[in-house]
């Protein structure tokens, strides 16, 4: 199948598929054709609708009705798949409804033209790039096809893992596509046949499979299975690598037009597309594992290789010079041999640039979006700049580069989210039988208070015991962290509270003594909440935070309830901690609210934002968060959301960076690289951007403040600091605030 005749694919442009429109014709093949589309946010997607009827002649409804179905299964089989990395998502599915107009030449009778087409159609990611556009502007190099290659193997388990398996058997470039951070998406599940008998299924060639993935099998219309599909990925990489059509040349080819290419992958590519499919590799693992250990040997990609490169190029010299000059090869054979000598030289001490180190770095999530820049760049720089590497030894004189990995918290199953301070020290102390077990070389929590927690539990954790065990040695006296933590920042912990409230608290622009957590305890016990200072037409206190005892900003919230019930900003100790006392008072009346948690604080102001003060009327959040949710767009309702500085108390959290120098599993050049990490983010540059995302620099010299009050910060509104307690008091007002929500309080 093709166009049909009278057909053109711009017909459709500018119609509606449900919600989306189409707008551009992107490409078309044998079943439909694919138009860009955008979503509700302005992303772009891609829109694939099937063709309508060439006629409506019984022969052509058939054929129609038969692409129609072969279409909806297609949908069906790779809707399945939603949720793999390396296939196609289906984001929604349904029928347009066209009626032709304007001038064509139409075999189609009028009884059909009068009538609307109701044609399939399904939704997926626009992915602009793919195998097909990247070798029309060049050969893939060898470790990206490799990659490539193993992530279509993956794509392909999944379905071969189907029972019975799915075989997908359309493996052409253009069905490869390519994701922004160059992950292969495996699209187009046209062909897709299940299994339906032991081994093999039964198709017929359709014409417009390309020649380039052609497996025997295919061409002779016979039996097909998941070795067709291996068949494709072997042609599929031989053409990444080549250009050229595995039919037609031999493996050979590969072997002397990419000498920068591993050996084995030759003999790879021939055994995934012999003839037989009993040679072949039998199941797509055992393709994937020889696929993930084709590494190219050092001898042979910087000996051999650049030694064949400069053969290839001095025989295409010679060709093209009269016999009379070829006397020049002597000399040439000379001065390459000495030039080969000296790059050998040289490669010893610097074209081999040594591994850069890595550290890991597990942080609050808080401050994510400053530090993945910071980590970036910094490994841009470590990469070039003498002055961020470690130092090196000879023949390495140019040092070593320095890699940081951000370490991330499962907050769900699958769900991967920067840590929660509370969690992060929780899996340091924690081992592999426990819910997580991460081994950083730094932490870099929201508060030096999870550095004490840090030190004073590591004595006798899971973590400790495995490793005193695994040593032969006793750990538990080790002080794990650096004896000094320096601070990277500041950002006031704030009530997210919309101005109105505010206003009517006395809490902006300037808080007055009464904007207060009692106040706001106040006001969540009395029986008609907000009615108790003079408006009760926004009825009880709903209120918004993270989880107690996960969070950071959630956990300090109680703590400071506590504090402001027992009338202390420091010296809160156990005895003040109780159910009937006035620490346990004040969290009672507070928690009488109605309190929303979410997994994190910022998602609980990104809800209040969208959804408004019928929602939520604050939040728990940080001053910086504020700052960024206005700057990003800010209040849409009329009513902007500030930060509200509570007057009876509040605490600013400074996020340490806390070397884990102690640690067994910190090497100590782990740890010098760690400090020269510290160096580049407490450098003015680093803090710059720190004051330009709304959070306070410990830089002296970097100037900040003018921007917060734009976006409903007050910088200089009078902060009344509180000591925070020791980690076991902490903990008690969290089993405190777990027996008052439960009603279980002793």
């Given at each position: ?21 189409l ?17 509700g946010?302005?992303?772009p997607?891609a ?15 058939e054929?129609?009705?038969?692409r ?8 069906a ?15 929604a ?12 030449d139409?075999?189609?009778s ?7 087409f ?14 097909d ?5 060049g050969?893939?190099d060898?470790?990206?096809?490799v ?5 279509v ?18 493996l ?15 699209t ?5 046949r ?40 072997g ?5 990444m ?25 030759a003999?790879?590519?021939e055994?995934?597309?012999?003839n037989?499919?009993?040679?072949r590799?039998?199941?797509v ?21 650049p030694?064949?490169?400069t053969k290839?190029f ?7 010079v ?9 000399t ?5 041999a000495?030039?080969f ?9 610097w074209i ?5 180190i ?5 942080s ?6 400053w ?7 910094f ?8 002055r961020y590497?470690?130092s ?7 040092g070593?580069?320095?890699?940081v ?23 340091i102390?924690s081992?592999?039988?426990d819910?997580r ?15 004490r927690?840090?030190?004073k539990s ?12 695994k ?7 080790d002080d794990?962290?650096d ?23 006395g ?5 007055v003594?009464s904007?207060?957590?009692?106040t706001?305890?106040s006001?969540?016990?009395?029986p008609?909440g907000w009615?108790?200072?003079g ?36 010296g ?10 006035p620490c ?11 309190i ?8 609980a102001?990104v ?16 001053e910086e968060?504020?700052?960024?949710l206005?700057?990003?767009?800010g209040?849409?309702r ?24 102690g640690a ?8 010098e ?12 540059e680093?803090?710059l ?5 709304g ?5 002296p ?12 910060a007050t910088p200089?509104a009078n ?14 007002v969290?089993?405190?605030?777990e027996?008052?929500?439960?009603n279980?309080?002793?």
């Amino acid at each position: 199948m093709s166009v049909p005749d009278w057909f053109d694919p711009k017909m459709l442009v500018g119609i509606s598929a449900g919600s989306y429109r189409l707008e551009n014709v992107l490409g078309f093949g044998g079943f439909g054709a694919v138009y860009s589309t955008r979503d509700g946010k302005g992303n772009p997607l891609a829109v694939k609708v099937l063709y309508p009827p060439n006629s409506d002649l019984p022969a052509d409804m058939e054929e129609y009705a038969r692409r129609q179905t072969q279409f909806l299964r297609e949908i069906a089989f790779a809707g399945r798949f939603n949720d793999h990395p390396n296939i196609m998502n289906i984001k929604a599915e349904g029928f347009l409804s066209w009626q032709p107009t304007g001038d064509f030449d139409s075999p189609v009778s009028s009884s059909v033209s009068d009538e609307s087409f109701n044609l399939p159609y399904y939704v997926t990611d626009f992915l602009h790039d793919g195998v097909d556009r990247r070798t029309q502007d060049g050969l893939f190099d060898p470790e990206e096809a490799v990659r490539i290659a193993i992530q279509v193997c993956e794509a392909l388990e999944a379905l071969h893992s189907e029972d019975p398996p799915l075989f997908h058997l359309d493996l052409n470039p253009a069905n490869i596509r390519l994701a922004e951070d160059g992950s292969a998406i495996v699209t187009d599940f046209g062909l897709m046949r299940r299994e339906r008998v032991q081994h093999a299924v039964t198709t017929t060639l359709p014409q417009w499979l390309p020649p380039i993935v052609m497996a025997p099998e295919q061409i002779a219309g016979s039996d097909q299975d998941g070795r067709t599909d291996i068949y494709q990925v072997g042609a599929l990489l031989f053409h990444m690598l080549t250009g050229k059509n595995r039919v037609e040349f031999g493996v050979m080819v590969l072997v002397e037009d990419r000498p920068d290419s591993p050996r084995s992958l030759a003999t790879i590519i021939e055994q995934c597309t012999r003839n037989n499919k009993d040679l072949r590799f039998q199941d797509v693992t055992s393709l994937k594992n020889a696929l993930a250990h084709a590494k190219q040997s050092w001898f042979h990609k910087y000996i051999v290789g650049p030694y064949l490169v400069t053969k290839a190029f001095l025989s295409t010299v010679e060709a093209q010079v009269p016999p009379v000059w070829q006397v020049w090869r002597s000399t040439a054979a000379w001065i390459f041999a000495a030039f080969f000598v000296l790059a050998l030289s040289w490669a010893v001490g610097w074209i081999f640039p040594p591994t850069p180190i890595k550290i890991t770095i597990a942080s609050s999530s808080t401050k994510k979006e400053w530090l993945i820049a910071a980590v970036n760049s910094f490994y841009q720089d470590s990469r070039s700049d003498r002055r961020y590497q470690l130092s090196g030894f000879l023949p390495r004189l140019i040092g070593q580069p320095i890699e940081v990995e951000i370490l991330l918290e499962e907050v769900r199953d699958g769900d991967f989210s920067h840590y929660r301070s509370g969690t992060m020290i929780r899996d340091i102390l924690s081992d592999d039988s426990d819910r997580r077990h991460i081994e950083p070389t730094i932490a870099s929590p929201a508060d030096q208070s999870y550095i004490r927690r840090l030190r004073k539990s590591w004595s006798g954790s899971t973590a400790e015991k495995q490793w005193s065990a695994k040593l032969g040695r006793d750990l538990s006296a080790d002080d794990i962290v650096d004896a000094q933590s320096p601070d990277l920042l500041a950002t006031p912990l704030i009530i997210a509270m919309w101005e109105s409230h505010a206003v009517s608290l006395g809490c902006w622009p300037t808080p007055v003594p009464s904007c207060s957590w009692k106040t706001l305890a106040s006001i969540a016990s009395a029986p008609d909440g907000w009615g108790k200072v003079g408006h009760p037409e926004r009825g009880a206190l709903q209120y918004g935070m993270g989880a107690v005892g996960k969070s950071n900003s959630a956990t300090i919230t109680q703590v400071l309830i506590c504090m402001a019930g027992a009338g202390k900003r420091s010296g809160l100790v156990l005895t003040d901690v109780l159910p009937k006392s006035p620490c346990g008072d004040a969290m009672v009346a507070f928690n009488q609210g109605d309190i929303v948690f979410f997994e994190k604080s910022e998602w609980a102001l990104v809800e209040m934002q969208a959804r408004g003060p019928e929602f939520l009327d604050a939040v728990t959040t940080y001053e910086e968060e504020v700052i960024e949710l206005n700057r990003e767009g800010g209040a849409t309702r009329g009513d902007p959301i500030v930060a509200v500085y509570p007057q009876d108390g509040t605490v600013q959290p400074t996020h340490p960076f806390a070397i884990l120098r102690g640690a067994p599993w910190v090497e100590a050049r782990k740890a010098e690289a760690a400090q020269v990490f510290l160096d580049y983010l407490l450098s003015f540059e680093q803090q710059l951007r720190l004051a330009e995302q709304g959070f306070r620099p410990v830089h002296p010299d970097v100037a900040w403040g003018d921007e917060f009050r734009r976006y409903g910060a007050t910088p200089d509104a009078n902060l009344v600091l509180v000591d925070l307690p020791e980690p076991d008091v902490i903990d008690a007002v969290v089993n405190l605030w777990e027996c008052i929500r439960g009603n279980n309080c002793p």
